[in-house]
């Protein structure tokens, strides 16, 4: 909505006038005159239009909920500093005016772009697509839990900008891309590792515990999946994207809402039921160690028909005792056997169809905790084996090298039909 149109068109007559004015052979004092009277009208016009975007911009702060936010945070106790909200101009400045080359991803939900601050800080905003205005509480109330949450995997929420149609969200700036890209971008040098595979499964079930179990009101994520996992230059986990969040009152177990998740990470009792729980959740952690574990993207047509869905090929794989053909080849080569056949039944559990049937995410985080434990035991016995193994051998022999092999990455696709029928068909023992 552009309400500087006819204010701009009128500046531009002017313009002209003024050129023409010039241009001509008037009188010089009748010339001067009218310059100065043109130009007085500009100004006018000029101050009208600032006035008429100031009260637009008042308009949105009101109608998203802005005075519903300073009083929220004025009764929390919490300053105007911890909870900036920031001016549409500060925002505009800092990613160029939304260029495009600033984009740092898109989703069904909005944009994210890479802002940059006067003192150089680096930070994201999202820009949503829809704005329901029913839900501008809604909106309220998870921007102020947001802020209260202080939790090194889960990405900060710094502040928002409430001056625009569709409020924007402003979130720190994490370095090193997703975890989507991490698994299945086959041109990185090297593939993560088991180690920091499982330090990063056990980072995003510690999150997301932490958002049912210990907020004020627990937090349904809903859209848990590998693009929607961010990772520092240390590859600790980040949990972002809040777009599809719900809040959950503490005496309710589960809510119904229209069906909103990505398709193959999506629960399917959600799926047809709309009843979201924290078992949602639960599911779509497990597609993300099914990728983990296998390398395979959550939906991919290079896969045969009936498997296209990563939870029905990965849970057929370990039923028919075919896991380690579909396990990525260096992780089957780094990790212990033990602890990689207990990650695996996790993830089996997690995508059980049956909510009831899959374990809670605080039980999936102490259980990865325990499992990481136990490898970090094992990798320092094989360590130090290791080290007295080459002492007692050294020769002034060549030197060896253990080639590892990496498992190959399917291309992103798009869902299908057929992807939804897979969805929802149960497998034996409660998949």
């Given at each position: 909505?552009?309400?500087?149109?006819?204010?701009?068109?009128?500046?531009?007559?002017?313009?002209?006038?003024?050129?023409?004015l010039?241009?001509?052979?008037?009188?010089?004092g009748i010339?001067i005159?009218?310059?100065?009277?043109?130009?007085?009208?500009?100004?006018?016009?000029?101050?009208?239009?600032?006035?008429?975007?100031?009260?637009?911009?008042?308009?949105?702060?009101?109608?998203?909920?802005?005075?519903?936010?300073?009083?929220?945070?004025?009764?929390?106790?919490?300053?105007?500093?911890?909870?900036?909200?920031?001016?549409?101009?500060?925002?505009?400045?800092?990613?160029?005016?939304?260029?495009?080359?600033r984009?740092?991803g898109?989703?069904?939900?909005?944009?994210?772009?890479?802002?940059v601050?006067?003192?150089?800080?680096?930070?994201?905003i999202?820009?949503?697509?829809?704005?329901?205005?029913?839900?501008?509480?809604q909106?309220?109330?998870?921007?102020?839990l947001?802020?209260?949450?202080?939790?090194?995997?889960v990405?900060?929420?710094?502040?928002?900008?409430?001056?625009?149609e569709?409020?924007?969200?402003?979130?720190?700036f994490?370095t090193?891309?997703?975890?989507?890209?991490?698994?299945?971008?086959?041109?990185?040098?090297?593939?993560?590792?088991?180690?920091?595979?499982?330090?990063?499964?056990?980072e995003?079930?510690?999150?997301?515990?932490?958002?049912?179990?210990?907020?004020?009101?627990?937090?349904?994520?809903?859209?848990?999946?590998?693009?929607?996992i961010?990772?520092?230059?240390?590859?600790?986990?980040?949990?972002a994207d809040?777009?599809?969040?719900?809040?959950?009152?503490?005496?309710?177990?589960?809510?119904?809402?229209?069906?909103?998740?990505t398709l193959g990470?999506?629960?399917?009792?959600?799926?047809?039921?709309?009843q979201?729980?924290?078992k949602?959740?639960?599911?779509?952690?497990?597609?993300?160690?099914?990728?983990?574990?296998?390398?395979?993207?959550?939906?991919?047509?290079?896969?045969?028909?009936t498997?296209?869905?990563?939870?029905?090929?990965?849970?057929?794989?370990?039923?028919?005792?075919?896991?380690?053909?579909?396990?990525?080849?260096?992780?089957?080569?780094?990790?212990?056997?033990?602890?990689?056949?207990?990650?695996?039944?996790?993830?089996?559990?997690?995508?059980?169809?049956?909510?009831e049937?899959?374990?809670?995410?605080?039980?999936?985080?102490?259980?990865?905790?325990?499992?990481?434990?136990?490898?970090?035991?094992?990798?320092?016995?094989?360590?130090?084996?290791?080290?007295?193994?080459?002492?007692?051998?050294?020769?002034?022999?060549?030197?060896?090298n253990?080639?590892?092999g990496?498992?190959?990455?399917?291309?992103?696709?798009?869902?299908?039909?057929?992807?939804?029928?897979q969805?929802?068909?149960?497998?034996?023992?409660?998949?």
């Amino acid at each position: 909505m552009d309400v500087s149109f006819d204010i701009d068109e009128c500046f531009q007559i002017l313009t002209i006038l003024v050129t023409i004015l010039l241009e001509n052979s008037f009188s010089a004092g009748i010339s001067i005159s009218l310059l100065v009277l043109l130009l007085g009208g500009s100004s006018v016009l000029l101050g009208l239009k600032r006035g008429k975007l100031i009260k637009l911009q008042e308009k949105y702060f009101q109608q998203n909920g802005g005075l519903m936010l300073q009083e929220h945070i004025l009764n929390h106790g919490r300053s105007m500093e911890t909870t900036k909200i920031f001016s549409n101009e500060e925002l505009k400045k800092a990613t160029n005016n939304y260029d495009e080359n600033r984009v740092l991803g898109k989703g069904g939900y909005g944009t994210v772009y890479k802002g940059v601050l006067s003192d150089n800080k680096e930070f994201a905003i999202k820009k949503s697509k829809l704005c329901d205005k029913s839900q501008i509480e809604q909106f309220i109330n998870e921007v102020i839990l947001l802020t209260q949450i202080n939790h090194r995997n889960v990405v900060k929420l710094l502040g928002c900008c409430l001056e625009t149609e569709v409020p924007l969200l402003v979130y720190e700036f994490i370095t090193n891309g997703t975890l989507y890209d991490h698994i299945h971008d086959i041109s990185r040098a090297s593939p993560l590792s088991w180690e920091k595979r499982l330090k990063i499964a056990t980072e995003i079930a510690r999150a997301l515990s932490y958002l049912h179990s210990e907020t004020s009101m627990p937090i349904i994520h809903r859209d848990v999946k590998s693009t929607n996992i961010l990772l520092d230059d240390n590859h600790t986990a980040k949990v972002a994207d809040f777009g599809a969040s719900r809040l959950i009152a503490l005496d309710q177990t589960e809510i119904t809402t229209l069906v909103q998740g990505t398709l193959g990470y999506l629960d399917p009792e959600y799926f047809q039921t709309g009843q979201l729980t924290e078992k949602s959740d639960v599911y779509s952690l497990g597609v993300v160690l099914a990728e983990l574990l296998t390398g395979e993207e959550a939906i991919s047509t290079n896969r045969p028909e009936t498997y296209k869905n990563l939870a029905m090929y990965f849970v057929s794989a370990v039923k028919e005792d075919r896991l380690f053909h579909i396990l990525q080849d260096h992780i089957f080569n780094e990790g212990n056997i033990e602890p990689l056949k207990k990650v695996v039944n996790l993830a089996k559990g997690c995508l059980r169809l049956r909510w009831e049937d899959r374990p809670t995410m605080m039980e999936v985080a102490m259980e990865l905790e325990g499992l990481r434990n136990m490898e970090k035991h094992l990798w320092g016995k094989d360590n130090q084996t290791t080290e007295e193994t080459e002492y007692l051998l050294r020769t002034p022999t060549l030197p060896f090298n253990i080639d590892i092999g990496i498992g190959s990455s399917a291309s992103a696709v798009n869902g299908h039909d057929s992807m939804i029928n897979q969805l929802l068909k149960p497998l034996d023992d409660g998949q």
